[in-house]
Nanobody, 122 residues
């Protein structure tokens, strides 16, 4: 089994910064793409940022230039650096990872973290 655990959320004032982490543990041979999503109250879950195993990234238009996704493959961890936060960034942030657990099979399985709350408010 594989577990993803997010951390780093909290309350921050508009214009502030937070750095989220998502650490994967368990039966891991390799991790392919890792994705950050968020879900605000009353809204659908939306993709925020994505990073491939090779380090290619893409972002939602609403966060481009403010958020940066990165990963440390040795630590099986993905990060989301969030700068210039605005109240509209308030949401529960989730990480999603595609994990290969078996070195002999190329099968990837999707795992989710439990989410971490980010609140941007003065």
């Amino acid at each position: 089994q594989v577990q993803l655990v997010e951390s780093g959320g909290g309350l921050v004032q508009p214009g502030g910064s937070l750095r989220l982490s998502c650490a994967a543990s368990g039966r891991i041979f390799s991790i392919n793409t890792m994705i950050w999503y968020r879900q605000a109250p009353g809204k659908e879950r939306e993709l925020v940022a994505r990073i491939t195993s090779g380090g290619s990234t893409n972002y939602a238009d609403s966060v481009k230039g403010r958020f940066t996704v990165s990963r440390d493959n040795a630590k099986n961890t993905v990060y989301l650096q969030m700068n210039s936060l605005v109240p509209e960034d308030t949401a529960v942030y989730y990480c999603n990872g595609f994990v290969q657990s078996d070195s002999t099979s190329g099968t990837l399985r999707s795992y989710w973290g439990q989410g971490t709350q980010v609140t941007v408010s003065s």
